[in-house]
Structure formats: C-alpha cells, structure tokens
Nanobody, 117 residues
Framework: QVQLVESGGGLVQPGGSLRLSCASS????????MRWYRQAPGKQRELVAS???????NYADSVKGRFTISRENAKNTVYLQMNSLKPEDTAVYYC???????????WGQGTQVTVSS
C-alpha cells in the first residue's frame, strides 16, 4: 500500500519562505509524476506544480518565479520550495503521486499553509 505524508506547512509572514516535503512509502516503482495541489476555503482544488519522472516541471502562473518543485526519484519524494509567499497562497497543500503505470493516483492528507502578518 502506498502512503504519502506531507510536512513543512505552518504560519509564515508575507514575503517569507516555506519548504514542503512529501515522503512516500510502500512503492517499489518510481512514480510517473508527482504534484502539489492546493485548496483555499471556498475555492476548488488547483494544481500548483508538477514534475515528471524525467524532471520536466510545470507551474501555475500564480506561482511562477516564486515556487520550485523538485524530486528525489530514488526516494519517491517531492518537495515544494515556496519563496516570497503572499496571503493568497494560504491554502491546504496536498501531495499527489501518479503510479508508474498511470493506473492509480495517491494523495496525502494535506498540510496547512497560512501566510499572514
């Protein structure tokens, strides 16, 4: 069974930084892709950033230049470095992993990020 566990969320002032981590267990194969989503109160869940097995990345326009996604394939671990945080970045951030054979998706429990002065 595959489990994803996020960490690194918390309260930070505008302009500050946080680094989110998503550690996986129970998988013997490199995930096809790993992603970060977020959901703010009253809004739908949105894709923030993604990274493929080969290292290709994509970002939402709202976070380009501020967030960086990376992964360690051997550990099936994904990170999200968040810099220059804004209040509108406040949301629950979820880790997602797509199985190597693209037949399954796995989700973490989410971690709260609050940007406020």
């Amino acid at each position: 069974q595959v489990q994803l566990v996020e960490s690194g969320g918390g309260l930070v002032q505008p302009g500050g930084s946080l680094r989110l981590s998503c550690a996986s267990s129970g998988s013997s194969f490199i995930f096809y892709a790993m992603r970060w989503y977020r959901q703010a109160p009253g809004k739908q869940r949105e894709l923030v950033a993604s990274i493929t097995r080969g290292g290709s990345t994509n970002y939402a326009d709202s976070v380009k230049g501020r967030f960086t996604i990376s992964r360690e394939n051997a550990k099936n671990t994904v990170y999200l470095q968040m810099n220059s945080l804004k209040p509108e970045d406040t949301a629950v951030y979820y880790c997602n992993a797509e199985a190597f054979n693209r037949q399954s998706n796995f989700w973490g429990q989410g971690t709260q990020v609050t940007v406020s002065s």
